[in-house]
């Protein structure tokens, strides 16, 4: 959990709409910090740097301030698609999905089902509150103040 640093300061409020659309940038090879004194959101190439991060890796390093953001391996997106899947009430269109997930490149072949029953749409607004949810969770295990944006 977070606690104050040594000057007493709290982690800045987040709103979980940027932390989720942060970890929507998720990919492999890249690690993502959240800077808790200042609300800033960082992304950083796992392992070759270039110069320009080299800077940012420094800081990083040095301070306390940077908390590291949920990666893809902590997001399990195959356990997202399979809770959208869940959720489609035409039992043809969920065993079509189903079997996507199942063969092989699942990724690819469940966004070609989500395309072609016109799923798309509700599929990505389903794993953005997803994320939503994570990002709640991981402020909470983190100690990080957190609200939803007003609509």
Same mark, same amino acid.
């Given at each position: ?29 890249? !690690?993502?910090? $959240? ?5 800033? @959101? ?12 080299? !800077? @940012? ?11 590291? $953001?949920?990666?893809?391996? &902590? ?7 399979? %809770?959208?899947?869940? *959720?489609?009430? &035409?039992? %043809?269109? %969920?065993? !079509? @999905? ?21 799923? *798309? ?18 402020? !909470? ?11």
């Amino acid at each position: 959990m977070f606690v104050r640093d040594k000057a007493g300061r709290q982690p800045v409020m987040m709103y979980l709409e940027d932390i989720a659309g942060k970890l929507d940038e998720t990919m492999d090879h890249w !690690e993502q910090y $959240l800077n808790v004194a200042t609300g800033e @959101l960082e992304s950083l190439p796992d392992g070759m740097y270039l110069d320009a991060d080299e !800077e @940012l890796v420094e800081r990083i390093e040095a301070s306390t301030d940077y908390v590291h $953001l949920p990666n893809q391996y &902590d997001i399990h997106e195959y356990r997202i698609m399979e %809770q959208f899947a869940e *959720t489609v009430s &035409d039992k %043809q269109k %969920q065993a !079509e @999905l189903f079997r996507a997930l199942r063969g092989k490149r699942p990724f690819r072949r469940f966004k070609d089902e989500l395309n072609y029953f016109r799923l *798309t749409s509700a599929y990505y607004d389903f794993r953005f509150l997803a994320f939503m949810e994570i990002a709640r969770e991981w402020c !909470e295990d983190n100690g990080i103040p957190y609200r939803a944006k007003e609509r």
